[in-house]
T-cell receptor
Framework: RKEVEQDPGPFNVPEGATVAFNCTYS??????FFWYRQDCRKEPKLLMS???SGNEDGRFTAQLNRASQYISLLIRDSKLSDSATYLC???????????FGDGTTLTVKP | NAGVTQTPKFQVLKTGQSMTLQCAQD?????MYWYRQDPGMGLRLIYY???????DKGEVPNGYNVSRLNKREFSLRLESAAPSQTSVYFC?????????????FGPGTRLTVL
């Protein structure tokens, strides 16, 4: 079993749709969690950190459930520019290692 | 402010050749990382360095060596390249401390081993 597992996708949605991605992690010692966005053949970039209380940044909402070891990302009012691969990350320790999921690909169509 | 830079951007090697991938950051970060990404997959950690003078193995260290030359630079060496090492290699850096673990990535090195 992988340490971080994501919905396999791909997700193909029309503009304006709401889409949700799920992620589970197996190492209960993981301390911090993130969603990264990766455009085709480019480097990953941080989309948002994920907190137990949930956090929102514009059209994006992230949630963490430590009891279930589950992370989610909700995108509302999808834009064409949201088309990318979204990577879920669990980080262990203050200067330790991060484990990435394999990513979920989103394509937003006109 | 260049962030994280990597050289070279592209490289083709023959099986058995050696090479060093260079990475440098100008953000005064303590931690640095090397990942590889194969097609359709997420990033897998090869080695990381929590601070200058320390290095630790990640998930897939076999066939690689690293050197944390100073706080800015973290190099990855392939001593005898194999076709299975064909991949995109990303270097990243991050500040130290819980809650400050965002990683900043370089543009990647695309390596093909024939």
């Amino acid at each position: 079993r992988k340490e971080v597992e994501q919905d396999p996708g791909p997700f193909n949605v029309p503009e304006g749709a709401t889409v949700a991605f799920n992620c589970t992690y197996s190492n209960s010692a993981s301390q911090s969690f993130f969603w990264y966005r990766q455009d085709c053949r480019k480097e990953p970039k941080l989309l948002m950190s994920v907190y137990s209380s949930g956090n929102e940044d514009g059209r994006f909402t992230a949630q963490l459930n430590r009891a279930s070891q589950y992370i989610s990302l909700l995108i509302r009012d999808s834009k064409l520019s949201d088309s990318a691969t979204y990577l879920c990350v669990a980080h262990l320790g203050s200067a330790g290692k991060s484990t990435f999921g394999d990513g979920t690909t989103l394509t937003v169509k006109p | 402010n260049a962030g994280v830079t990597q050289t070279p951007k592209f490289q083709v090697l023959k099986t058995g050749q050696s090479m060093t991938l260079q990475c440098a950051q100008d953000m005064n970060h303590n931690s640095m990382y090397w990942y590889r990404q194969d097609p359709g997959m997420g990033l897998r950690l090869i080695y990381y360095s929590a601070s200058e003078g320390t290095t630790d193995k990640g998930e897939v260290p076999n066939g690689y060596n690293v050197s944390r030359l100073n706080k800015r630079e973290f190099s990855l060496r392939l001593e005898s390249a194999a076709p299975s090492q064909t991949s995109v290699y990303f270097c990243a850096s991050s500040p130290v401390g819980v809650g400050y673990n965002e990683q900043f990535f370089g543009p990647g090195t695309r390596l093909t081993v024939l």
